[in-house]
């Protein structure tokens, strides 16, 4: 089935100008799909990056050649990334978009371009690391009397991976304990900043900054492992 680390031979056909060992063990995370936004390749950065994050194994296991993508985006921010990925197949142009996707000791910023192939047959993904930084943030203690709702649930932004206070809900801390070992209990949302900066286009789909951005508060099934 498999021709390399993680490929479907299906999706080789579609990378025949691509140097593909190079896309092995180049130094960005690096994946395919197919149309319908499912896994079609990884290479070897995508599993580094979840062994260095606390991924694994399950990301090994769970994340295989067929697994739809937009199972690993926080729900509030997946019609953003359903259309981007469209759009670059529809027009068969990249599209290109900055996220965080930081550890809790290190602030880390990643540049996402999408490659459209063939004739809208699927899409390589490319993960590359722009900037890397000490965190400037103030650390806040893990105390759950400050986050914990009344549904039990502690709300992280999906982006900077701050925690939303429940008093005091435009105030979201950085608690890096959560990031390192997040909780059985937390759910993901966006906080007004990110989702104003890194989200624009979408604010003004939805009228300014949308009540679901900050208040989304399903609890994940699964860890979510956002690629990159």
């Known amino acids: 089935m498999n021709d390399g680390p993680g490929k479907d031979n299906r ?7 691509f ?3 190079g896309l092995d063990h180049d ?14 390749y990884v290479n070897l950065k995508w599993f580094e990056f979840a ?21 690993a985006i926080a729900a509030s921010l997946r019609p953003f990334f359903t259309r981007g990925f469209q759009r ?14 930081s550890s809790a000791d290190e602030f880390r910023e990643f540049h ?9 047959e699927g899409l390589l993904v490319v993960n590359s690391l722009r900037r ?34 429940v008093q005091e809900k435009q105030v979201w801390d950085w608690v890096p304990q959560w990031v390192s070992a997040p909780l059985a209990n937390l759910s993901h949302g966006l906080c007004e900043p990110c989702f104003g900066f890194h989200y624009s286009e979408q604010r003004e789909n939805s009228g300014g900054f949308a ?13 979510a492992h956002r690629p990159g």
């Open 211 to 223: 009540e679901s951005f900050r208040t989304y508060s399903t609890l994940n099934q699964q860890p």
């Open 88 to 101: 670059s197949l529809d027009e068969s142009k990249p599209w290109e978009q900055l996220y965080e996707c």
């Open 51 to 71: 062994r260095l994050n606390g991924g694994e194994p399950g990301v090994t296991e769970v994340w295989a050649p067929g697994r739809c993508v937009l199972d």
């Open 112 to 120: 996402m371009t999408t490659f459209p192939l063939g004739q809208a």
């Open 132 to 165: 890397a930084t000490a965190h400037t943030r103030v650390p806040c203690a893990a105390l759950e009397e400050l986050y914990l709702n009344e549904d039990g649930i502690v709300t992280q932004c999906s982006h900077c991976r701050r925690v939303r206070r």
């Open 11 to 17: 999706f080789s056909a579609l990378l025949v100008d």
């Open 19 to 21: 140097d593909t060992d």
């Open 27 to 40: 130094s960005a995370t690096i994946y395919g799909l197919w149309p319908d936004l499912t896994l079609a």
